[in-house]
């Protein structure tokens, strides 16, 4: 976002589909300034960061939060945390409690309200009424939903102090690949958010570019698909509303790779997912030594209880009973492991089995690094 007005607002509609029980909201402050700021941040207080240095305020506010996030310049401040600033002083502090600037306007405000309109809304504004010190770019990267229940729903935001000045040669730009493998004996269409898809015949792979950042991000097989030469028609199973290239998530049945790339301390988060069921056996392999890697490769479909058969797959009890003990729909409900969730559970142990299934099942490694899928490992 450039200025090009006295205010700009950042409206972010959260389109939540199913349920949601809690929130939270990441902003990632990244100073790409060639000088030093002293970014201030309310809730929050304030942090020195050279160029390059990012800083994430993690909120967890679960109901309506307002606050505010700007820069400070050419400030200078003791051991003790106190000074000046040339711009956006707050009385003297490191860590800012209160937005007075006592007269060191002007700065470029960023102004958010959270969770308005029943959690549903966010509104992040960028403000002129104080003046403006240096240009900020503000991003929405996206909704993170942990596991498919949207039990935990993180919006995250990208605030980028100057923009355009060390652009190149950051490492905030530098794409992560994605090696998807097709083993399968028969062929696959490989769909991805982001990303879009691709036919694989047995043995071909696809290597997709990732952006760092990515939230939300989601890779899974389609089986017995047919597309016309336009791209459209449809799959039997993980089907994105009849087209190649998808631009939403797919109907389950379908066994899920699920990530978000460079969340907190930098570190990936990563999962196989059966919370929509199962379709293709599929293995999540980071390309780190040190990460774990996850595999489902069990014949969940041959094995699948009556209630859950479904063409192509085996569904998830949630998918077939729409009950909230499966679904744990607004928090109510179990929301515990069900008969059905340990049948997958005990074939897939390192897959997301049930909606609040996050601690034996979403993994977190620090890698910068690249990851492959391979559909019947
Ligand atoms: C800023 O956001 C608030 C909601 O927090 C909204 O009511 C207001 O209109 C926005 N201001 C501008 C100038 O866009
Ligand atoms: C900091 O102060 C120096 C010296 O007055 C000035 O040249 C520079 O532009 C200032 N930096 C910022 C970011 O305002
Ligand atoms: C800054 O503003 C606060 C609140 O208005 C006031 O208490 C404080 O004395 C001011 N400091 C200076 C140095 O003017
Ligand atoms: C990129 O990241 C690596 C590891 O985090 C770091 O050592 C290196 O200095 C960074 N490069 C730039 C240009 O920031
Ligand atoms: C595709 O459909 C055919 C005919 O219904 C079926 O025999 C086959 O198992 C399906 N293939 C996959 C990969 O599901
Ligand atoms: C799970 O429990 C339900 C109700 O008690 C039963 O109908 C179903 O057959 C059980 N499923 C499995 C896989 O044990």
Not at 97 to 108: E, F, K, L, R, V
Not at 177 to 195: L, S
Not at 210 to 229: K, Q
Not at 355 to 365: E, G, K, V
């Amino acid at each position: 976002m450039s200025i090009f007005s006295n205010a700009i607002s950042f409206h972010f509609l959260f389109l939540v589909i199913f349920t949601t029980t809690t929130y939270g909201t990441i902003f990632k402050i990244q100073n790409n300034c060639a000088e030093t700021v002293w970014a201030a941040a309310i809730p929050g207080g304030g942090r020195q960061l050279e160029p390059r240095q990012s800083w994430i305020i993690n909120l967890k506010p679960n109901k309506p939060q307002t606050g505010q996030i700007w820069a400070r310049t050419n400030c200078s401040f003791s051991k003790s945390g106190h000074g000046t600033c040339d711009s956006g002083d707050c009385n003297g502090g490191l860590q800012c409690q209160s937005a007075q600037s006592n007269g060191t306007s002007p700065y470029t405000l960023v102004e958010y309200s959270l969770n308005q309109n029943n959690n549903i809304e966010d509104f992040v504004n960028l403000s002129f009424a104080n003046g403006f010190n240096i240009e900020i770019d503000i991003s929405p990267v996206g909704i993170f939903e942990s596991g498919q229940s949207e039990s935990r729903v993180i919006s995250y935001y990208m605030i980028v102090f100057c923009p355009k000045e060390l652009r190149e040669g950051n490492n905030a730009t530098t794409a992560r690949h994605f090696i998807i493998q097709n083993q399968c004996p028969y062929t696959v269409w490989a769909a991805a958010i982001p990303g879009g898809g691709q036919q694989l015949n047995s043995g071909q792979s696809w290597t997709l570019n990732v952006g760092p950042g990515t939230t939300g991000g989601r890779i899974w097989g389609r089986t017995n698909c047919s597309f016309d030469a336009s791209g459209r028609r449809g799959c039997e199973t993980g089907d994105c509303g009849g087209i190649l290239r998808c631009q939403r998530y797919g109907t389950p049945p379908n066994t899920l790779a699920e990530f978000a790339l460079n969340q907190f301390n930098n570190m990936d988060f990563y999962d196989i997912s059966l919370v929509d069921g199962f379709n293709i056996p599929m293995d999540f392999i980071p390309l780190t030594s040190t990460c774990k890697n996850l595999e489902c490769s069990a014949d969940i479909n041959g094995k699948c209880p009556n209630e859950l058969r479904a063409l192509g797959g085996c569904n998830n009890p949630c998918t077939v009973f729409k009950t909230n003990d499966y679904c744990c729909t607004n928090g109510q409900g179990s929301c515990a492991p069900t008969n059905f969730s340990r049948f997958f559970k005990e074939r897939c142990p390192d897959a997301y089995s049930y909606p609040q299934d996050d601690a034996t099942s979403t993994l977190t490694c620090t890698t910068g690094g690249n990851y492959r899928v391979v559909f019947c490992p």
